[in-house]
């Protein structure tokens, strides 16, 4: 079975069995305790998301068929850099799902971006909320 990963308008490439896309991106409100805000009245971060970081397909998953989604949180810093990565919802109940999840959110932490700015226009640290879709077929 050929298995890979690929994103946005590069997914179902011919002769693939499985495809990736971010579903959405959205400025996240600050999580408790860590000094990271939305912005008010700014712009949110923006992971930019291209096939140099596209999660592959996890050698666990050689069985694996279904389409699930993997939640992620990513904090961007004032320069446009990923400072922390974490899975904000788990795509399924299964250990071969946290695999996938864990996949994106490696892969994706990777990825350039562009960061946010506060309101008066300069870079600031903010949260961006990122939905990727496993879409696996035999």
Do not use: Y
Request: aromatic residues 4%; glycine residues 10%.
């Amino acid at each position: 079975m050929n298995r890979s990963s690929c994103l946005a308008a590069l997914c179902c490439v011919p002769g693939l069995l499985c495809s990736g896309a971010v579903l959405a991106q959205s400025g996240a409100a600050s999580a408790p305790g860590s000094g990271i805000s939305a912005p008010t009245g700014g712009r949110s971060a923006t992971l930019l998301v291209q096939e140099s970081c596209a999660p592959p397909i996890p050698m666990q998953a050689e069985n694996v068929v279904g389409t699930f989604v993997s939640h992620l949180l990513f904090t961007i810093d004032g320069q446009g850099k990923v400072i922390e990565a974490e899975i904000e919802s788990p795509s399924g109940p299964t250990a071969v799902h946290r695999t996938f999840d864990r996949a994106a959110r490696d892969a994706l932490s990777l990825c350039p971006a562009k960061p946010g700015t506060d309101a008066e226009g300069h870079p600031a640290a903010t949260m961006v909320s990122v939905q990727f879709t496993w879409k696996l077929h035999r």
